[in-house]
């Protein structure tokens, strides 16, 4: 069985490119307990609220019960839910969940093939974040999940898996002549920049272009805030920063709710600024809560 093939295809609710990484993160959160204890089970009551944290911090900004996944991974091979009635799940009713005492942990064929072949985690893990996840959350995600991937290559999945442009970075961070477009940031050392980053705006996991009205140049601050949702960017092209975000020291103040209401610096005269699409998808996907109208208000 290829566990990497099947990982990469856990069937997701979608619709016009709405993000549902739902089964993505109870799968990775199931692989870092597996890691850490082979033999594990994962009660539901015992674990909801790690996974509705993890559904809050990584997930879309609408909101899911973690009773979902629970319930509907199992429907692709490598999760099973046992009740104290016995083996099988109860359904996705939170209240079902709880009452019924389920349990769930990876399938048996799947813990097998894992004790088998240990670096089959750190390549399923590996997927999941290529596939759900920018590449600026993947190692906060391990962190949170409680994973320690090994960093190997993913094989076998070259047909189905699109390859990312290698220019995207230089045409991108050229077009904002090498300043961050929210906060200006410009630095180097010598002729080389640093701490700049090309951000896309509408995910490649989720389709994506590697084109330039896809992209921001942004340092490496605001490219986590903006892929975290703090940040984003409105119809008239001026920064976006969400009411839920809370920093009290100047240094916040400064680097993060001033920005609400400028305008995006850049892109130089004669280059495309980003795409009303993808703004709008990462409104709606990523961007959570809603806007601060002015830096004043804040």
Request: with cysteine; net charge positive.
């Amino acid at each position: 069985m290829d566990w990497l093939e099947r990982t990469a295809k856990l069937r997701q609710w979608s619709r016009s490119g709405a993000r549902a990484p739902h089964k993505p993160l109870l799968l990775l959160y199931a692989l870092g307990r597996f890691q850490r204890d082979a033999d594990d089970e994962l009660r539901y009551t015992s674990v909801e609220e790690d996974l509705r944290r993890l559904l809050a911090e990584y997930g879309p900004p609408h909101r899911t019960t973690p009773a979902y996944p629970f319930h509907h991974l199992v429907s692709d091979g490598v999760w099973e839910v046992r009740t104290d009635r016995g083996p099988g799940s109860p359904g996705s009713e939170v209240r079902k969940l709880r009452a019924t005492g389920a349990a769930g942990r990876l399938a048996p064929d799947l813990r097998a093939a894992l004790r088998r072949d240990p670096s089959l985690l750190g390549r399923m893990a590996r997927v999941l974040l290529d596939l759900n996840f920018p590449p600026s959350l993947h190692d906060e995600l391990c962190e949170a999940v409680g994973l320690e991937p090994e960093h190997a290559e993913v094989t076998g999945l070259s047909s189905a898996r699109r390859r990312r442009d290698p220019r995207m970075r230089e045409l991108v961070l050229t077009a904002y002549e090498y300043r961050c477009a929210f906060c200006g940031y410009d630095g180097r050392i010598g002729a080389v920049p640093v701490g700049l980053e090309a951000a896309h705006v509408r995910w490649w996991a989720f389709g994506g272009p590697d084109d330039v009205d896809n992209g921001l140049c942004l340092c490496s601050l605001h490219h986590k805030l903006f892929d975290r949702g703090v940040l984003g960017i409105g119809d008239d092209h001026r920064i976006l920063v969400s009411q839920r975000f809370v920093g009290r020291s100047s240094a916040a103040r400064e680097h993060v709710t001033a920005l609400a209401d400028r305008t995006v610096i850049g892109p130089r005269p004669g280059v495309p600024p980003v795409a009303a699409t993808h703004r709008a998808w990462h409104t709606s996907q990523v961007f959570h809560g809603t806007p601060h109208p002015t830096a004043a208000a804040t």
